[in-house]
């Protein structure tokens, strides 16, 4: 894993205002609004499109798959699996945001569906999302994060190797996990908590930068740090939430070298030897 001081997340930022990926999203209708926005402003295109008759053909011209159960049914469930299969045949990206994991039977049940049905290459969630989909005995509180006592680094590590996938546990300290070692986002604001979508978004950021970036667990980190560090430059100037989420998009767009490289906060983990 790279080294805290050489981090490179500016650089895949920038690599993404170059290539402009198209991120290809079967998402939560809550969110997709902000989904897409989000992505536009890093400089990427995204797209939404749900239909089964269409999700194969659309995968093939993307770069990401960004798939979200947040307001799942399961006609939308057998369109991602057609989507994540067209992708994993092509070696494209396939984001995983297990939304609402853990608050019901049906939502864990799916998720398990799509993870088995198909290669999850980078499963993100909250901390109780993803204990539940570890085994552990947690609830979700609707899609709000509920305490978990486990180490969620080991947890997530777990995961990782059982499904070889990078795992993602966001929260006030991100975990990103390859499954051998983790990194350590430490950036982002209180503020993000206090408005519908951000959790998604992170979802859509992780997708835009595993678009360009073929180290999914950095490409996932560094996408993490820049949203994280447009949230503190928002959080300066925002008196609420409605002003704070106007000016994300704004800091996201205006992100620079200079600011993301003096911000950055990314730390690494390694698992001891042995672990399973």
Not at 5 to 26: G, T
Not at 124 to 135: D, H, M, P, V
Not at 177 to 183: R, V
């Amino acid at each position: 894993m790279s080294k805290t001081a050489k981090f490179p997340a500016y650089e895949i930022l920038a690599k993404v205002r170059q290539v402009k990926p198209v991120v290809h999203h079967l998402t939560n209708w809550v969110t997709i609004y902000d989904c897409a926005n989000i992505v536009k402003v890093l400089g990427a295109s995204p797209v939404m499109a749900h239909a089964p008759e269409e999700v194969a053909e659309m995968t093939l011209i993307s770069g990401a798959l960004v798939l979200n159960i947040g307001t799942l049914t399961t006609s939308m469930i057998e369109a991602m699996k057609i989507s994540a299969r067209t992708a994993n045949e092509k070696g494209t990206p396939v984001v995983l945001d297990a939304c609402g994991a853990g608050a019901t039977q049906f939502r864990d049940r799916k998720c398990f569906e799509l993870l088995q049905g198909a290669h999850i290459d980078i499963l993100k969630g909250n901390a109780s999302e993803i204990a539940r989909l570890c085994g552990e005995a947690v609830r979700t509180k609707g899609v709000d994060s509920t305490k978990v006592a486990k180490n969620m680094a080991e947890l997530a590590g777990q995961f990782a190797r059982r499904y070889k996938c990078v795992v993602v546990v966001t929260g006030p300290e991100d975990i990103v996990t390859e499954g051998t070692g983790a990194y350590l986002v430490k950036n982002g604001h209180p503020m993000m908590g206090n408005i519908v979508g951000t959790g998604c978004m992170a979802a859509s950021v992780i997708g835009t930068f595993a678009a360009v970036e073929q180290d999914l667990a950095l490409a996932a980190a560094a996408g993490l740090s820049c949203f994280g560090i447009a949230a503190q430059q928002a959080a300066k100037t925002a008196k609420g939430p409605g002003g704070f989420k106007e000016k994300l998009f704004d800091c996201v767009y205006n992100l620079d070298k200079k600011t993301v490289t003096r911000l950055q906060k990314v730390g690494a983990l390694k698992f001891k030897k042995g672990a399973r």
